[in-house]
């Protein structure tokens, strides 16, 4: 069964740094696309970051602070956070599609690391 498990939340002041992690696990052929998403306390999930082939995009709020990569060997995404401010502050989603050994695209999605900034 193929997983996405995000890891690098935490807590940080503000004008700190955080990098979180996405890998993917099971048994899978491919992974395309990837994307970082957050959510905030009542508010709509939204894209933060997304990268594909040798593509990248950037919501405007994190441009110039933030930085999505990906390791293909590793099946696994980063986002490097810096500068990070409270508004930064929410439960940090990655997705990717993943294309199973039958030849089946699906979009899946991580469970989510907290990510506060505060001080």
């Known amino acids: 069964q193929v997983q996405l498990v995000e890891s690098g939340g935490g807590l940080v002041q503000p004008g700190g740094s955080l990098r979180l992690s996405c890998a993917a696990s099971g048994s899978f052929s491919s992974m395309t696309a990837m994307g970082w998403y957050r959510q905030a306390p009542g508010k709509e999930r939204k894209m933060v970051a997304r990268i594909a082939a040798r593509s990248t995009n950037y919501a405007d709020s994190v441009k110039g602070r933030f930085t999505i990569s990906r390791d293909i060997a590793k099946n696994t995404a980063y986002l490097q956070m810096n500068s990070l401010k409270p508004e930064d502050t929410a439960v940090y989603y990655c997705?990717?599609?993943?294309?199973?050994?039958?030849?089946?695209?699906?979009?899946?999605w991580g469970q989510g690391t907290q990510v506060t900034v505060s001080s």
């Open positions: 997705n990717g599609v993943i294309t199973n050994t039958f030849g089946r695209s699906a979009l899946f």
